[in-house]
């Protein structure tokens, strides 16, 4: 890494394409990292945690190397049973409703992808929200098979 907050590729090729499929988010570079955006409000941050500086993460042993973490919304009533059984996962030290993820080889893809849909409902306007939501229902195997009959 060349610098601090640089974000591995393989990180990037897995996250890219789920913030993608978010109605209107776009990616920026962050003050450290990057981040996905609907309108000003951020979705996603993920960065390379710099243990020099005072970030909030886990202090989970890595293979010598940095974590890689992801900061992302989630609805209050579900922060403690995301976070309450610990690593990966783990409460930010800022706003009421803010998780994070240590992300690396451990991590469960498909689960990130439906955490970033849940905190993209968060912070979206309702009707873009609403948008997804109808996209995600009409997507369901058993949708298209009702659709049918």
Same mark, same amino acid.
């Given at each position: ?15 890219? !394409? /789920?913030?993608?499929?978010? !109605? ?7 003050? /450290? ?13 993920? %960065?390379?945690?710099? !243990?020099?500086?005072?970030?909030? %993460?886990?202090? @989970? ?6 974590? =890689? ?18 690593? !990966? ?16 080889? @451990? =991590?469960?893809?498909?689960? /990130?992808?439906?955490?970033? =849909?849940?905190? %993209? ?13 109808? =996209? ?14």
């Amino acid at each position: 890494m060349s610098a601090p907050g640089d974000v591995r590729p393989e990180i990037l090729d897995r996250l890219r !394409p /789920i913030c993608r499929g978010l !109605p209107e988010a776009y990616e920026e570079p962050a003050w /450290i990292g990057v981040r996905w955006r609907i309108r000003k409000r951020t979705i996603a941050h993920v %960065y390379t945690a710099d !243990p020099t500086r005072s970030l909030y %993460y886990p202090r @989970h042993p890595s293979a010598g190397e940095p974590p =890689t973490v992801m900061t992302f919304r989630v609805p209050a009533e579900d922060l403690l049973g995301l976070t309450g059984n610990g690593f !990966p996962f783990f409460r930010a030290g800022w706003g009421g409703n803010v998780a994070g993820v240590v992300l690396g080889d @451990h =991590t469960d893809w498909t689960e /990130i992808a439906e955490l970033l =849909t849940d905190s %993209y409902g968060e912070m979206a306007p309702k009707f873009l929200a609403a948008r997804l939501a109808e =996209t995600a229902r009409l997507s369901r195997p058993d949708a298209a098979q009702a659709q049918v009959s």
